[in-house]
């Protein structure tokens, strides 16, 4: 849909890339576990009393991938597993590298994998 | 003593049927005993004596000199009595059911007429399919049903029929003008609902006010209708739907930020298109929005201004302008204008002011990483996201169904959880043929 909000300045990088919001995963935080593997800490429960439900309102989906919601026009789906990590990654690096004017950035290729440089690997606990 | 019998009583009851007889007999006076005295004829080369007894005045195209009343009014406008000249008379020349004898005549807008009838502004066909596909009545949201055929008595029932009969039933051209309570009353009314304006023409002698036709549609006509569901007639203008407690509170009273139909907004950042000026006609077209005749069944299938139409660049605008004034089919958009310094710009339909149109960004815009989102997902901050949307049936109770404006078994209401503002969730489409190969992204809501 257009929501007819339409603004001339874009949204920002961390909008997209480090908001599980934007995502469809619900409020919540990343966290990374690993060079590249990433987890997900949601600030809202599942309440158990709203019929049923064994979902939080605010998800369309959750981290593997599975839709949990069912959209009202065929080929509208949330985010998959792939597309999801592919994202997320690169969240991970725009502490450092900030915009599409910076050479990481500029050089990004879908499936790059990050490079684990001395600030990612220091970011994730992989070293000290 | 019975109260019906006291003294107070039968005294007012005399004063109450003397008066009432009195104003009955005056009436009757009235429509019997006028006559027309004056015989006009139109431009248009009729004769009419209705303007013998009526002063209104209609805009400039439609004037009362021009076409008189029978025209558009139908009625017998050489019969010079009230009764006689009123039979067959319609208030309402614009109503759907009535069109094609009036608005839609040979010499006026025969094609306009015939076109209607198919949009979605008429059919709802996107609404009541997607609902039957959503509660599982229909394997898939394109089937044809339309609000023409569910006015028809007798038509068969379902659960998310009612539902769309009692709750959705007021926002399509069919739905008779003053038809419903309230602020409903100025929806519906075929061609009237949206080339209708204020009156901005003297009243005539007696202070009678005529409708005034426009082309010019205003704001708050579209509004009427699109403030709910996507709400995008509020976003657009910066209203938020706030919950329903009406804070933020004003001198210990509630907001009085109150739509008409009793819902509490508040002003947030608005779209950039209003704020410059726009309203919804300089982007939505003639053909988008009265249709081409052909049947849709989804909005995304009859819009045809996108973004890119205007931020394209100078080259596509030139190439739309050009089309434009070739004038050999209905064009895109008909508000292009050369403007100074070589430039290609939009006129405003409402403010008449030139808007240059810039390019989008080929850097940031189509970059090889973004190229697959749309505008809207970069360029739209934020989108009333509404949570936990259920609803309540109870069958043992009565509600108005909008459609045949009568009391049926079956009554619906609507609940949220919560409503929020805040940046659109993010999904992915797939190119019309269900192609994954380059799919889209796009916003998602919560329904």
């Known amino acids: ?128 | 003593m019975c109260p019906l019998l006291s003294p107070l009583f039968l005294v007012v009851l005399l004063i109450f049927l003397t008066t009432t007889f009195h104003s009955a007999l005056a009436a009757v006076s009235i429509t019997t005993s006028k006559k027309a005295t004056k015989v006009t004829k139109t431009l248009s080369g009729r004769i009419e004596m209705c303007l013998s007894c009526h002063h209104e005045r209609p805009d400039k195209a439609h004037g009362r000199d021009v076409l008189g009343c029978s025209v558009c009014h139908l009625g017998n406008p050489l019969a010079g009595t009230p009764f006689e000249a009123h039979k067959g008379m319609i208030l309402n020349p614009g109503d759907l059911r009535v069109a094609q004898k009036t608005c839609g005549q040979e010499g006026c807008h025969v094609e306009q007429v015939k076109d209607i009838k198919n949009t979605l502004m008429s059919t709802n066909r996107g609404i009541i399919s997607t609902l039957r596909y959503y509660w599982g009545e229909t394997d898939d949201n394109n089937h044809a049903l339309t609000v023409e055929d569910l006015i028809k008595p007798d038509h068969p029932q379902s659960l998310a029929l009612d539902y769309f009969r009692k709750l959705c039933g007021t926002c399509h051209l069919w739905l008779p003008r003053n038809s419903m309570p309230g602020f409903i009353a100025e929806k519906g009314g075929g061609c009237t609902a949206c080339h209708n304006k204020k009156p901005k023409v003297a009243p005539g002698k007696k202070g009678e006010r005529h409708p005034y036709i426009t082309r010019d549609i205003p704001m708050e006509n579209c509004v009427r209708c699109h403030n709910r569901s996507g709400r995008i007639g509020l976003s657009y203008q910066g209203l938020y739907e706030s919950e329903g407690y009406g804070t933020p509170y004003e001198d210990g009273e509630l907001s009085a930020q109150e739509l008409p139909d009793g819902r509490f907004v508040q002003k947030i950042q608005p779209d950039i298109h209003y704020e410059k000026g726009l309203v919804c006609i300089d982007c939505h077209s003639q053909k988008e929005l009265m249709g081409d005749g052909r049947q849709r069944a989804h909005f995304y299938q009859q819009v045809e201004v996108r973004c890119t139409t205007c931020h394209g660049g100078q080259q596509t605008l030139k190439k739309l302008l050009a089309y434009q004034e070739s004038k050999k089919k209905f064009p895109m958009l008909n508000n292009l204008v050369a403007a100074p310094g070589g430039t290609i710009a939009l006129k405003g339909k409402h403010d008449g002011k030139l808007h240059p149109l810039k390019p989008f960004s080929e850097a940031k815009c189509r970059n090889q990483q973004h190229e697959n989102l749309s505008c809207q997902a970069c360029h739209s901050p934020w989108v009333p996201q509404c949570y936990g949307c259920h609803v309540r049936y109870q069958r043992g109770e009565k509600q108005l169904d909008k459609l045949s404006l009568k009391e049926t078994f079956g009554n619906w209401k609507e609940f949220r959880s919560y409503m929020r503002f805040e940046s659109p969730v993010l999904g992915v489409l797939k190119d019309e043929k269900g192609h994954e190969a380059s799919p889209e992204v796009v916003i998602l809501v919560p329904g």
């Open chain 1, 1 to 128: 849909m257009d929501p007819h909000s339409t603004s001339s300045g874009a949204r920002q990088c961390l909008d997209c890339h480090a908001n599980p919001k934007t995502l469809g995963l619900g409020y919540g935080s990343f966290y990374q576990e690993g060079a590249n593997s990433w987890g997900f800490e949601p600030s809202c429960w599942v309440n158990k009393d709203l019929f049923g439900q064994k979902r939080r309102l605010d998800a369309f989906v959750d981290t593997e991938g599975n839709p949990l919601v069912h959209l009202g026009r065929p080929g509208l789906r949330p985010f998959n597993k792939r597309e999801l990590g592919r994202i997320v990654k690169v969240g991970f690096c725009l502490p450092c590298h900030k915009n599409m004017e910076d050479p990481v950035m500029k050089s990004w290729k879908k499936d790059t994998q990050p490079t684990p440089c001395t600030a990612y690997r220091k970011l994730t606990g992989m070293e000290d």
